[in-house]
């Protein structure tokens, strides 16, 4: 159906035959005349979905001259095929060519197209979208998309069978002139294209079908129950390729097409420094949340997979970042915390993984890439400077003899994040056989590794090595101790063997009175478990002085002197 103003997102799986997009992709037109429309030549790398693109237009939609409005509108108008016909559960309705380029076909064992295959590729692609919408709405209870109308012949879902080439697999549309929500988080009535038979795709034929179908119907829903906020810097826009991906996953465990975009996480995710970007970051070529899909794969492993679509429903009332934090607060911790457990699950993959206690597909994952190499072999010391905008992780590897120390550093700070600030803030790791100045911990080769910024409640850092692959630091009591207040954010304190989740933590003045006491969880940490107390929580209520500690843990007592100086 050709006429008024249609606004359509492009959610394409490009086609990359290596596992980072480094050869020229020819998109196709409407893409290609987009980035014309925003004055942007055609990257020389682009990643999984067209989505982003769109999205990067509708920022700039406002100060587009109207004629390129409508050009834009123009392009990417709906497209009228020879025929149509309904799912078996009449919730679908595909749209596609008898004849010609866009006529659908499957594909032969060799990768080509079976003439006459036409209805069973239709069949096909029914079947499967009929299983999506009845995992994702009916099992995982996320919302149906919104009807159309009378958009292209009935009030069912439509989809379109076309011809997209090589480089794209399918998108969802939208038209931006008639939202069904008003206020700064609006949805829209949508409608998806799928490509004709998969040739020559990454993930070809039955399987990219298969995919693709969940991607974009996942898009459909995004968009059409829980919106997109236009007040927002980049509208979040890497959240809905995160899910839709993982959402993939979710649908066909056994395809893995997400595996493609991995490197560009684990390998390239970092400046021409090195040093690594938010967690935040949109760029609509490249780094547009694929290749983050990770995270939703961490938060299903360690919460359950409904965690994500509460987070999708807290998205209607907040953004994503806030709603993310409130979602996690709900389960008993927050943004901050759940970052800095992710930035270590990212370390054991490949060759380091354990499904059992990380990332159940690790194995098949990109090996880490450090941000920094240092050798601390012949020195007594070493350190490294390094910057870290919000939400952001960086490797510091440090070769010490036959064993080789990773400080995982990571910035967590949510509040700056959720505004959105471009700030860095700067940071010092250093080893040393020798006593160090700033704040440090025991290692468990006989080093001591420190680490320095201008606020230290905002980072979290861990050391592991590759030895034992597990936590280098020694705390067979309190640490550190003595705990200075103005330095530490925390104190760690070992919970050896136990199978409690939660933890009373007492601390008892010199003459034995109780000075403060609290619950906290009991967190596994690189294979060993503690209960950390912000000091936040200490500075004003202990002064300086020694004190006994004592925590608690169901039938388990321990107990520590440790000395605490304001």
């Known amino acids: 159906m050709v006429g008024r103003c249609t606004w359509i997102a492009l959610c394409a799986c490009a086609v990359l035959q290596g596992l980072v997009a480094q050869e020229r992709v020819q998109l196709p037109l409407r893409l290609s005349t987009l980035l014309e429309h925003i004055d942007e030549e055609q990257p020389d790398r682009y990643g999984k979905c067209g989505t982003p693109l769109v999205a990067r237009t509708m920022m700039e939609w406002n100060d587009l001259p109207m004629q390129r409005r409508a050009d834009i509108a123009v392009t990417l108008q709906r497209r009228t095929r020879h025929t149509s016909r309904l799912s078996l559960s009449g919730k679908f309705r595909l749209h596609y060519d008898t004849t010609g380029v866009h006529e659908p076909a499957l594909l032969g064992a060799q990768g080509t197209r079976i003439a006459g295959s036409r209805d069973a590729y ?30 292209g012949g009935g009030p069912e879902y439509d989809v379109y069978l076309e011809n997209l080439g090589a ?13 069904l929500t008003s206020g700064p988080n609006r949805t829209f009535a949508t409608y998806i294209v799928l490509d004709n038979d998969f040739l020559g795709h990454r993930t070809g034929g039955m399987d990219g079908l298969k995919i693709t179908a969940a991607h974009e119907f996942f898009h459909a829903v995004q968009i059409g129950v829980y919106g997109i906020w236009a007040t927002i810097p980049n509208s979040d826009f890497y959240f809905y390729e995160i899910t839709a991906v993982w959402m993939e996953d979710v649908l066909y465990d056994d395809v893995n097409d997400y595996y493609f975009d991995l490197p560009n996480y684990f390998h390239s995710f970092r400046d021409i420094r090195g040093q690594s970007f938010s967690f935040t970051l949109f760029e609509h070529s490249f780094y547009a949340g694929y290749e983050r899909s990770v995270w939703a794969h961490f938060l299903a492993a360690k919460f359950g997979r409904d965690i994500v679509r509460d987070v999708w429903e807290a998205i ?13 607060r709900v389960r008993g911790t927050d943004f901050a915390t759940a970052y800095a457990t992710f930035s270590q699950w ?10 059992t206690r990380y990332y159940p597909e690790g194995r098949y994952y990109p090996r880490q890439r450090p941000n920094v190499v240092q050798s601390v072999s012949g020195v007594s010391s070493t350190s490294v400077t390094l910057e870290s905008p919000a939400l952001a992780t960086q490797f510091c590897e440090f070769i010490s003899g036959t064993d080789t120390i990773t400080a995982i550093v990571a910035n967590v700070d949510f509040s700056l994040a959720a505004v959105y600030s471009s700030g860095k803030a700067g940071f010092r790791v250093e080893l040393s056989r020798e006593r160090l100045r700033l704040p440090y911990q025991n290692l468990e080769n006989g080093m001591r590794a420190g680490f320095a910024t201008v606020d230290p409640h905002q980072w979290r850092v861990a050391y592991v090595g590759s030895a034992r692959q597990a936590s280098m630091a020694i705390a067979p009591g309190p640490s550190p101790n003595p705990l200075r207040l103005s330095e530490a954010t925390h104190v760690a304190l070992p919970v050896t063997s136990s199978n409690a989740s939660e933890a009373e933590v007492f601390f008892f003045g010199s003459s034995l009175d109780l000075r403060f006491s609290q619950r906290y969880p009991v967190t596994d940490h690189l294979g060993k478990q503690y209960v950390y107390v912000p000091t936040n929580d200490l500075r004003d209520r202990v002064s300086s002085g020694v004190y006994f500690l004592v925590v608690q843990c169901e039938d388990t007592e321990f107990r520590w002197k440790v000395v605490i100086l304001q």
């Open 122 to 151: 239709v069949d096909s692609a029914a079947k499967h979208l009929d299983h999506v919408w009845n995992v994702i709405v009916e099992e995982l209870g996320y919302g149906a998309p919104p009807a159309d109308g009378t958009e």
């Open 346 to 355: 990212n370390y054991f993959t490949a060759d380091r993984a354990d499904p």
């Open 316 to 328: 209607k009332k907040e953004p994503f970042l806030r709603s993310m934090d409130n979602v996690l």
């Open 167 to 179: 480089a794209v697999s399918g998108y969802a549309a939208w038209d931006p002139d008639r939202p």
